[in-house]
C-alpha cells in the first residue's frame, strides 16, 4: 500500500502536464501512487501521461468529462494511501513536498487537512501566497477567503470515509472550499 496517493484531475492539461507530473515524479518522498484522471480531454493528455511509463502513476480514462468534483470523487473512492494529496496538470511542486507534508501530518495527528504556502511563477517577481497557519486562524480566515490551495493540500484519508466527505459538484467553481467549510467543523484544518 502507497503511503500518500496524489490525485491530479486532468482536462485539456497537455500544454503544461509534464512538468507538473515530472515534480511529482522527482519527489524525495517516493512511496506513494498518482492517481491521474483525464476527464475526456481531447488534447494528448493520455499520451502524455503514458510517455512516462512510471509504475506509480495510475491513469484513469473518461469517455464523457465529469468536471474536477467528479474526477476527485472517484479519485478519493479508489486513492490506497493514508493521505492523498492534491496535484493540479498546471502547477510544478517543490521536491520535498510530499516529504515535509507527510511529517506534519504525523506529528500532527489531530490535524485532518492540511495546505501549504506558494508562489506564482512564469513572470517576475514571482509572488509569494502566506496562507495561514493554525487551526484558529485557518477558520477565522474561511469567513472571509479560502486559505487552503487546493494544489497544496494534502487531507488524513481516514477522516473523510469516517465523516463521509466528498466533493459536491454543484459547487464547480469551489469545491474545495465548500470541503473545508464542510470539514472545519468535524477536524483541524
Request: aromatic residues 10%.
Amino acid at each position: 500500500m502507497p503511503y500518500v496517493t496524489v490525485i491530479m484531475p486532468v482536462f485539456n492539461g497537455g500544454r503544461y502536464l509534464a512538468p507538473a507530473i515530472r515534480s511529482m515524479l522527482n519527489q524525495t518522498c517516493a512511496d506513494f501512487e498518482f492517481l491521474i484522471i483525464d476527464d475526456a480531454s481531447t488534447d494528448d493528455t493520455s499520451g502524455i501521461v503514458r510517455s512516462f511509463g512510471d509504475s506509480r502513476i495510475k491513469l484513469v480514462r473518461h469517455e464523457v468529462n465529469q468536471g474536477v468534483a467528479g474526477s476527485l470523487n472517484e479519485g478519493l473512492s479508489i486513492a490506497k494511501g493514508k493521505y492523498v494529496a492534491r496535484m493540479d496538470s498546471d502547477d510544478v511542486a517543490c521536491k520535498t513536498r510530499l516529504a515535509a507534508q507527510v511529517t506534519f501530518m504525523e506529528a500532527h495527528p489531530k490535524v485532518g487537512v492540511s495546505g501549504t504556502w506558494f508562489r506564482y511563477f512564469g513572470a517576475e517577481p514571482f509572488i509569494k501566497i502566506k496562507s495561514p497557519t493554525g487551526a484558529p486562524c485557518v477558520r477565522a480566515c474561511m469567513l472571509f477567503d479560502n486559505p487552503l490551495y487546493h494544489p497544496t493540500v494534502i487531507i488524513r484519508k481516514e477522516v473523510l470515509e469516517q465523516h463521509g466527505l466528498r466533493y459536491d459538484p454543484a459547487f464547480s467553481r469551489s469545491e474545495d472550499f465548500d470541503l473545508w467549510q464542510r470539514a472545519s467543523g468535524l477536524f483541524d484544518v
